[in-house]
């Protein structure tokens, strides 16, 4: 256990369902992110929080809807999606974003498969 | 122009040798942290050691140790006695603080990591 718990651990949903992947940080900490990770692709950082407001959306479709309703919970809600957004969704958590010396707690990440 | 670069996609490395996994990295900033992650196939990225751009020491935890040459924008990780349960995606990543604020990690391809028995 890491102290960040993503669940569901694994999702499947058609193009028009609406789901939501959720996050939960018991370290303490400030800052919580989004990322997408593809195969064979970088991890794309998505969303940043930080005091629970958006400091960053990294160009991310509209179709990806954060929500981040105080520092321990992220949500990532998700409609109409596309069979190229299948991917691994990893949430982490940081002590803040005004430090280089702050890394990453991550959670284990949601397997989203879109049908 | 990436920021991260990892040039190993894979490797397969006897049990008990020492590996050697590259890492270079593009900044203009002066004050930047870099990390190292591994991730086995269960998909958890757990945070290895980590480097700042300040630090003289190269950074040791463990069996992991950090090879810093800050001159050739180089973070290489250097696994000692390698284990079986070593086998695993290692990314490294790099954390700036450009325009006033850090704005996350950006993170390499990674390296396929195979210890063989």
């Known amino acids: 256990e890491t102290g960040v718990t993503q669940t569901p651990r694994h999702l499947v949903m058609g193009m028009t369902n609406k789901k939501s992947l959720k996050c939960e940080q018991h370290?303490?900490?400030?800052?919580m992110y989004w990322y997408k990770q593809s195969a064979k692709k970088p991890l794309e950082l998505m969303f940043v929080?930080?005091?629970?407001?958006?400091?960053e959306n990294n160009s991310v479709p509209s179709r990806f809807s954060p929500e981040c309703p105080n520092s321990s919970h992220l949500f990532l809600h998700l409609h109409t999606l596309q069979p190229e957004d299948s991917a691994l969704y990893l949430c982490?958590?940081?002590?803040?974003?005004?430090?280089?010396?702050?890394?990453?707690?991550f959670g284990s990440g949601t397997r989203l498969t879109v049908v | 122009a990436q920021k991260i670069t990892q040039t190993q996609p894979g490797m397969f490395v006897q049990e008990k040798e020492a590996v050697t996994l590259d890492c270079t990295y593009d900044?203009?900033?002066?004050?930047?942290?870099l990390f190292w992650y591994k991730q086995p196939s269960s998909g958890e990225m757990i945070f290895l050691i980590y480097?700042?751009?300040?630090?003289?020491q190269n950074a040791t935890e463990g069996r992991y140790s950090l090879n810093f040459q800050k001159a050739r924008k180089s973070a290489n990780l250097v696994i000692s006695a390698s284990q079986l349960g070593d086998s695993a995606m290692y990314f490294c990543?790099?954390?700036?603080?450009?325009?006033?604020?850090?704005?996350?990690?950006?993170f390499g391809k990674g390296t396929h990591l195979i210890i063989q028995p």
């Open positions: 370290l303490g900490h400030n800052a």
């Open positions: 990543a790099m954390r700036e603080k450009s325009g006033g604020g850090a704005d996350g990690l950006t």
């Open positions: 900044t203009s900033d002066q004050s930047y942290g």
């Open positions: 982490a958590s940081s002590q803040g974003t005004g430090s280089v010396n702050y890394g990453y707690t």
């Open positions: 929080y930080n005091f629970k407001e958006q400091t």
């Open positions: 480097q700042g751009s300040y630090d003289e």
